[in-house]
């Protein structure tokens, strides 16, 4: 009974920048694993980055690193993705994860097995 919104998405250019949110709502247990995903039509669905809601240890896929920032506010109950320097490539529905595992490795791994999804916000990068 977990519940996800994502929004933020739009139209940007090349090297710009936008900032995703995702607000949960349900019960959120110290276990649980929040996370990016994105697709592009036809593709498999990649791992963009994930964050343990009760350390704040994150992990990123290799072609985000030092573009991209997720954090949470525990407060407004929202996970944020910082996304910066943009580039084309980046374009693709995103979508927001969460899953009670205790394995971030796990998370990142086997997307087929996460429990709940939100519907997905499109960004778009012009070049």
């Known amino acids: 009974q977990v519940q996800l919104l994502e929004s933020g998405g739009g139209l940007v250019q090349a090297g710009g920048s936008l900032r995703l949110s995702c607000v949960v709502s349900g019960r959120t247990f110290s276990s649980y694993t929040i996370g990016w995903f994105r697709q592009v039509s036809g593709k498999e669905r990649e791992f963009v980055a994930s964050?343990?809601?009760?350390?704040?240890?994150?992990n990123y896929a290799d072609s985000v690193k030092g573009r991209f920032t997720i954090s949470r506010d525990n407060a407004k109950n929202t996970v944020y993705l910082q996304m910066n320097s943009l580039k084309p490539e980046d374009t693709a529905v995103y979508y927001c994860a969460a899953d009670r595992v205790l394995s971030t490795v796990v998370f990142r791994t086997d997307y087929k097995g996460i429990d709940y999804w939100g519907e997905g916000t499109l960004v778009t990068v012009s070049s």
């Open positions: 964050i343990r809601w009760s350390v704040g240890s994150t």
